[in-house]
């Protein structure tokens, strides 16, 4: 079980797993919040951003979402020795 606060400052708890996800033909896993029986389904930034989606906020029509690496390492990486 994991405590969330909610908008209003209430704070709930819910379990919380992993789940393979398929959204416009596009599959992946994701952590999910198992909701009780009166919560909305919501599906989040996360999931949507491990899909490569995005919502336009105007329409709420998904839309495919520009992916960018970073080079955090400025391209010294090298693998780590045996």
Same mark, same amino acid.
């Given at each position: ?18 789940? !393979?996800?398929?959204?416009?033909? *596009?599959?992946?896993? +994701?952590? /999910?919040?198992? %909701?009780?029986?009166?919560? $909305? =389904? ?17 329409? !709420?029509?998904?839309?495919?979402? *520009?992916?960018?690496? +970073?080079? /955090?390492?400025? %391209?010294?990486?090298?693998? $780590? =020795?045996?």
């Amino acid at each position: 079980m994991v405590e969330f606060t909610l908008a209003d400052g209430t704070a709930i708890r819910r379990d919380v797993s992993e789940c !393979r996800i398929q959204v416009e033909g *596009r599959s992946a896993t +994701s952590p /999910v919040v198992l %909701g009780g029986s009166t919560d $909305a =389904p919501l599906l989040g930034a996360v999931t949507l951003e491990t899909l490569g989606l995005m919502v336009n906020p105007l329409t !709420r029509e998904l839309l495919p979402m *520009r992916l960018m690496l +970073s080079d /955090v390492l400025g %391209g010294r990486w090298s693998p $780590a =020795p045996a």
